[in-house]
């Protein structure tokens, strides 16, 4: 009975770090699609000065891009409606790192892949 008791508080551990969205020195992002718009939440930016840009991994073009500085937390909503079809990829840049997250689009939904370190 102990063992599984361990057993369960160690695979319960494992599951919680895999749920903690990867951090750029306790950079916190989540994204959400609402409405064909992507939002894009962050916290604990430290007041650091963090840039936000969308480019097509296809054509290597910046379809946003977003400087902010002196603020801890912050959220925008990036309009997709009007993007092409294609592949994308959303970054979100520090100093110390960046995170990087695809997005698929096409006619009819918008696919988004999980977050990783850049």
């Given at each position: 009975m102990k063992r599984l008791i361990m057993s369960l508080a160690l695979a319960l551990s494992m599951l919680q770090l895999l749920a903690t969205p990867p951090i750029i020195e306790n950079v916190l992002l989540n994204t959400s699609v609402e409405d064909?718009?992507?939002v894009v939440r962050l916290a604990n930016l430290?007041?650091?000065?963090?840039?936000?840009?969308?480019?097509?991994?296809d054509s290597r073009e910046t379809y946003h891009e977003q400087n902010i500085t002196a603020h801890n937390g912050y959220m925008t909503r990036l309009n997709l409606s009007k993007l092409p079809k294609g592949r994308y990829i959303l970054r979100v840049k520090q100093e110390s790192g960046s995170l990087r997250q695809v997005l698929v689009i096409d006619q009819n939904s918008i696919l988004c892949s999980k977050i990783a370190l850049d």
């Open positions: 064909r718009s992507l430290q007041k650091e000065k963090t840039s936000i840009t969308l480019e097509s991994l």
